[in-house]
């Protein structure tokens, strides 16, 4: 473990990456005794500074929910970020590419919520009771800790769990007017559609990943608000973007389409 001064010095580097558009080096590589509850309180101060700067906290993300994402990542359990509201941005509205760092896409399945939810001992039913309605969404994962051999988990983690922005649709559909595990969906890349997948890969259902997190948020002594956007992770590979890139997830039972460009 980690002492908090360390803490306080990584939160400050990661800060930093922001500013100088540098990535921050291995900290698996540079802290061998860095461990997950580390990660997960330097991510921790890193929020609680933003905050302070006056960000507005919107919801969560839980990632490497499905076995393709966490193969990936080298990873047996999902991960999970606060989001402030500067991490959400506009559908359909071109993003420079140049701020943000390395980034690859993910499609998902938003929640947004109505009512409190506060684990421990949150059930999938619990989920379905206090969710307002879902909406599809794209999760832009981004590395401001460099990826070198011998990187995992742990630096994802402090890292905001990867999370470089959120492109959120505006085309609701409550649970009762669909089937969420066997939603399906398609990445769509400059009109080539790269990967395909089913909801049900995300936990087994998404709704088992947003109980998954309220229960694990409790023991951090966090609580989901109504209004709060919960991602739930992709179903599907992650694929790499670059400059002139125009990016579709498209989703059926009534759930349309996301769709973000870069530039």
Not at 31 to 41: H, K
Not at 59 to 78: H, I, N, W
Request: a negative charge.
């Amino acid at each position: 473990m980690l002492s908090e001064a360390v803490r306080s010095e990584i939160a400050t580097s990661l800060e930093e990456a922001y500013r100088s558009r540098r990535p921050v080096p291995r900290l698996t590589g540079q802290y061998s005794e860095i461990e997950i509850e580390d990660a997960y309180r330097i991510q921790e101060e890193f929020v609680r500074r933003k905050l302070e700067r006056g960000a507005v906290l919107k919801g969560y993300k839980v990632g490497l929910t499905s076995k393709p994402m966490q193969e990936m990542a080298g990873s047996s359990e999902p991960d999970f970020s606060a989001m402030t509201n500067d991490l959400f941005l506009p559908e359909d509205t071109p993003l420079e590419i140049d701020t943000f760092f390395s980034p690859i896409i993910e499609m998902e399945i938003a929640f947004v919520l109505k009512d409190r939810l506060e684990g421990p001992n949150v059930l999938p039913v619990d989920v379905i009771r206090a969710t307002d309605f879902v909406l599809p969404a794209i999760e832009i994962v981004d590395f401001r800790v460099e990826r070198e051999p011998g990187f995992n988990i742990i630096d994802t983690v402090a890292d905001l769990a990867a999370c470089g922005a959120a492109v959120v649709g505006g085309n609701p559909r409550r649970l009762d007017q669909l089937d969420i595990r066997t939603v399906r969906g398609a990445l769509v890349k400059n009109g080539e559609t790269l990967e395909e997948g089913e909801a049900s890969a995300v936990l087994g259902n998404p709704v088992a990943a947003v109980a998954w997190l309220a229960n694990k948020l409790s023991e951090f002594g966090v609580v989901f608000e109504p209004g709060h956007t919960i991602m739930t992770g992709s179903f599907v590979r992650a694929i790499p973007i670059e400059a002139g890139d125009e990016i579709t997830c498209r989703f059926d039972q009534g759930l349309g389409e996301v769709t973000t460009r870069f530039v």
